[in-house]
């Protein structure tokens, strides 16, 4: 198995492609960013976080409140406006990069393919086509000695076959 290096140029970005690739990605994204933001807000309810984080403010005469339902409201709001933003730039980073990879040939890579040694198998020789007759053909002969069979391949031991299929020689009436 060898290893040959092959430069490659991508001239070209499809903004559909990029657009919905973008948007499932983000959208995933978004949903763990979510999801993380509610098990930690959990925990910390948990922990007594929030109401130490009051306690703290009611020190210095400032007043918070900590409204979970609220956060988790503006977390989601921001999340999905972020997914639609980022869409966005994404796609218009690929019609951006189209318009200069016209002007200056695109990006150059060099990527390693491995090539893999196949055994070249010996194809069979094509035989002309032998035309059998058909039975009002063979009616219509008069002299029975136009007539040719093919021998019928014989089932030999695949281990050892004494001859290839198609080197086999066909048998011939042979005239009175």
């Not at 948007?23 to 007594?48: D, E, H, K, P, Y």
């Not at 730039?89 to 390693?112: H, K, P, Q, R």
Request: glycine residues 6%; charged residues 20%.
């Amino acid at each position: 198995m060898g290893v040959r290096r092959v430069r490659r140029v991508i001239r070209k970005i499809d903004p559909w492609t990029v657009l919905k690739v973008s948007l499932i990605f983000n959208a995933i994204a978004g949903l763990v960013i979510v999801l993380g933001v509610w098990v930690m807000w959990s925990l910390a309810i948990q922990r007594g976080i929030p109401d130490q984080i009051t306690e703290f403010f009611a020190n210095f005469a400032l007043v918070f409140n900590a409204e979970g339902e609220l956060y988790f409201r503006v977390i989601v709001l921001l999340t999905v406006i972020s997914v639609i933003v980022l869409t966005g730039l994404m796609t218009l980073g690929a019609l951006i990069y189209n318009l200069i990879s016209d002007l200056v040939g695109g990006i150059e890579i060099i990527v390693l393919e491995e090539t893999y040694l196949v055994a070249q198998t010996r194809q069979a020789p094509v035989r002309p086509a032998v035309h059998m007759p058909t039975t009002d053909e063979v009616d219509t002969v008069r002299d029975e000695s136009l007539v040719r069979e093919v021998a019928e391949p014989t089932t030999e031991s695949p281990e050892a076959p004494d001859v290839e299929p198609w080197r086999r020689p066909r048998t011939v009436c042979p005239r009175p």
